[in-house]
């Protein structure tokens, strides 16, 4: 049962009802009645692992999220952490929750992956990090492509939250695309390049059907928004890394003194 996050869904459910967040669902069939399965995710909002937990549960099955460590650190998160089989991960040393969710994934679960590890500035794809597929090899199961676009208007970086789900009145939609299960191939490699071209797809096949107004900052560049092009992205994680970097140092320096 998991009382825990059998509550977290009803308050999840309720806060998208009583927000007004319209969320389509597509393609629910592909995800797997039963067994583990890697569900590797886009990254475009600090908010869109709840419409794909809710994809995921519209099949009567949990999603179980990695998450960085330091979120151990906020006590309420702490606690859902513990109750909710979400995976730690210590982004310095992550072997301990790999071999945790490769665990879960033989033992039927579902593991959720954001396979760009952080949110893409651009609303493009980034590079893909190879934890997905190493996990689909090393537990032999299936990844599952998901895509969920419109969750960069209700809270993303660099940008106001409108957790309300409504701007200027009107209802913002999300899209949640979930694609076929893949099998991992015979290289890592191949792996990638299959996980990135279905995603690709099933991001472009949400922005089709998505209204995109010319210059919004949720629209990428491709589109005619005025989000930073990829390259502009990279930058600007760039300087983010050195400057957290720079911060951790000082905090170190200052705790041997």
Known sequence: ???????????????????????????????????????????????????????????????????????????VINFLISHTGTIPVDRRSGAGAYEVAVERLRAGELVGVYPEATISRSFELKEFKTGAARMARDAEVPIVPLVVWGAQRLWTKDHPRHLWG????????????????????????????????????????????????????????????????????????????TERARRRAMREGGSRR
């Open 1 to 75: 049962m998991e009382p825990v996050f059998y509550t977290l869904e009803v308050l999840v459910k309720a806060a998208v009802r009583v927000n007004g967040i319209q969320i389509t669902y597509r393609g629910l069939a592909n995800l797997p009645a039963g067994g583990g399965a890697v569900i590797a995710i886009n990254h475009t909002s600090y908010v869109d692992w709840m419409p794909a937990a809710l994809a995921v549960h519209h099949r009567k099955r949990r999603l179980r999220f990695m998450i960085k460590k330091e979120m151990q650190e906020v006590k």
């Open 166 to 241: 409504r701007r200027g009145g009107a209802k913002i939609p999300i899209t949640v695309e979930m694609g076929k299960p893949l099998q991992a191939g015979e290289t890592m490699e191949q792996t990638l390049q299959y996980l990135r071209s279905a995603m690709t797809e099933l991001l472009h096949e949400a922005q089709r059907d998505y209204s995109c107004p010319q210059g919004a900052y949720w629209v990428p560049r491709r589109l005619g928004g005025s989000a930073p092009t990829p390259e502009e992205a990279k930058a600007l994680d760039e300087a983010e890394w």
